[in-house]
């Protein structure tokens, strides 16, 4: 083996390069959602059946003033 003959050279140093490692943490953030309830009424109608009764008397004359009608007999 022989030696090179060159002498040594210093280092040349590139610009570092980045490279990112990304790292996600929960942070809370408080959403409030706010709810209305609204009792809403409504009237329905509803039928309610009521009577009224009324009584009245006849008096029926069956005296003799009626006539009997007479009816013929059939023979066969």
Not at 11 to 39: C, G, L, S
């Amino acid at each position: 083996m022989t030696r090179c003959p060159c002498p040594r050279c210093s280092p040349i140093y590139d610009p570092p390069r980045k490279i990112y490692r990304d790292f996600y943490h929960p942070q809370e953030v408080p959403v409030i959602h706010t709810i209305q309830i609204i009792n809403r009424h409504h009237c329905v109608p509803v039928y309610k059946h009521s009577y009224c009764y009324v009584t009245k008397d006849e008096f029926v004359n069956r005296g003799c003033c009626h006539h009997k009608k007479q009816y013929a007999k059939k023979t066969l």
